[in-house]
């Protein structure tokens, strides 16, 4: 969920909208922005989540699932959505587009100045075989440096229909932003639409 990117402009529009984040930095900073409450936050992710509720639409923003660190793993987070979503409803996921490591260094190093005396250091490191990206920020402001670690499993869309289909999804439709642009293969983002269908969960 992160700080509200979807969901607060989906809940704006009178939808019902609960929030699922493993950070609760990120939670605080959604409160901050959800001055009106709008959405109802969850301390969780997306393996452990269980709200005994089903949902018309089950939305995994932001590469939810590539922060799933192993296949099983990411099929399991499928099955957990699964079980939230109720039978004829929908789930969107969003991903980035993993076109880029076909052409791009298997390790890239940064500088982002962030004005006086702030600059960003950021390092990614490809592991293809594992589909794995291992990332390192550090922030350095004058003081001792802010350094964060993190990785994530890129995802091929093939895959994640592959899965789709183990938890009992029907692909429905594959675009390249939220503006419903044709999927080329050839951009940032991936956004694909399922439809639940079959028993919940069952892979």
Not at 19 to 45: I, P
Not at 192 to 199: D, H, I, K
């Amino acid at each position: 969920m992160g700080t509200g990117r979807l969901a607060l402009p989906i809940a704006a529009h009178g939808l019902t909208v609960h929030g699922v984040d493993a950070s609760e930095r990120m939670l605080q900073r959604l409160a901050e922005r959800d001055t009106d409450q709008l959405v109802r936050a969850h301390h969780a992710t997306f393996t452990t989540l269980d709200l005994d509720l089903r949902f018309d639409t089950v939305l995994a923003a932001y590469n939810a699932l590539c922060c799933a660190p192993a296949q099983e793993e990411q099929l399991e987070v499928m099955r957990n959505i699964r079980r939230h979503v109720r039978d004829g409803g929908h789930v969107v996921i969003e991903t980035y587009d993993p076109q880029i490591h076909l052409t791009g260094p298997d390790t890239a190093t940064s500088v982002r100045p962030l004005g006086p005396g702030r600059v960003m250091f950021e390092s990614t490191q490809v592991v293809p075989a594992t589909q794995t990206v291992f990332m390192t920020s550090v922030l350095l402001t004058g003081g001792a440096p802010d350094v964060t670690v993190g990785f994530m499993r890129y995802v091929w869309p093939s895959e994640i229909d592959l899965m789709a289909r183990a938890v009992g999804l029907e692909p429905v439709g594959r675009y390249a932003g939220w503006g419903r642009t044709e999927y080329t293969g050839n951009g940032q983002m991936c956004v694909s639409v399922y439809r639940a269908v079959g028993e919940p969960g069952r892979a």
